[in-house]
């Protein structure tokens, strides 16, 4: 079945620091593919999504790649700022199905340092 | 404010008993889904419901049960509560988009505590 994988956290990072999170999917078909981030007490939040291969989602500095050769859609971000500590999900779902479900990783706990 | 309501913020009920959590979706979207957060399992499907008809579903206990009403609201029920159900429950809402990469807007979600 389909499935996501991303890296492990919590990811710790300083002020202005460089952002990578990591994210693999296995899916049949060409799925849709989204990050969404859960602020502490809150549901989560769409952050940026891709619809096809080689489609670039970007939101308040982050951007994802959709990789289709490599089945991937790592996010980055290339200054971070305390404000974006958080926990970050990559997700799919299935194109082309109206109102689809979506299929969560695990989740990547971000924590931002002043 | 996402748009989708859902009630109670917080339930702490014993082993064995019923719980109903309850979800209204954003104004015009016909589907909800019910998502279970825990430490262990992360963010797992639960149900779809779209339009009133069940559309999906995924690792539901059979001790648990949800519906959609004509009304587009949804609850879920969940039964015969053990320990290992604790946990935050989310409610989404989304409306139809060609193409796929429909946008889920979720509530803040209810925790429950089982004791």
């Known amino acids: 079945g389909n499935s996501v994988t991303q890296m492990e956290g919590p990811v710790t990072l300083s002020e202005e620091a460089f952002l990578t999170i990591n994210c693999t999917y296995t899916a049949t078909g060409y799925p849709s593919l989204f990050w969404y981030v859960q602020y502490p007490g809150e549901g989560l939040q769409l952050l940026l999504k891709a619809t096809k291969a080689d489609d670039k989602g970007s939101n308040k500095g982050f951007e994802a790649t959709y990789r289709k050769e490599t089945t991937s859609f790592h996010l980055e971000k290339g200054s971070v700022q305390v404000s974006d500590s958080a926990v970050y999900f990559c997700a799919l779902s299935d194109r082309g199905n109206q109102g689809g479900k979506l299929i969560f990783g695990q989740g990547t706990e971000l924590s931002v340092k002043p | 404010d996402s748009g989708v309501t859902q009630t109670p913020k917080h339930l702490i009920t014993a082993t064995g008993q019923r719980v109903t959590l309850r979800c209204s979706p954003r104004?015009?979207?016909?589907?909800v889904y019910w998502y279970q957060q825990s430490l262990d399992q992360g963010l797992q499907f639960l149900i779809q419901y779209y339009n009133g008809e069940e559309r999906a579903k995924g690792n539901i206990l059979e001790r648990f049960s949800a519906q959609q009403f004509p009304d587009l609201h949804s609850e879920l029920n969940l039964s015969s509560l053990e320990l290992g159900d604790s946990a935050l429950y989310f409610c989404?809402?989304?409306?139809?988009?060609?193409?796929?990469?429909?946008?889920?807007?979720f509530g803040s979600g209810t925790q429950l505590s089982v004791l």
């Open positions: 989404a809402s989304s409306a139809p988009q060609g193409g796929g990469g429909e946008k889920l807007f």
């Open positions: 104004s015009g979207d016909l589907s």
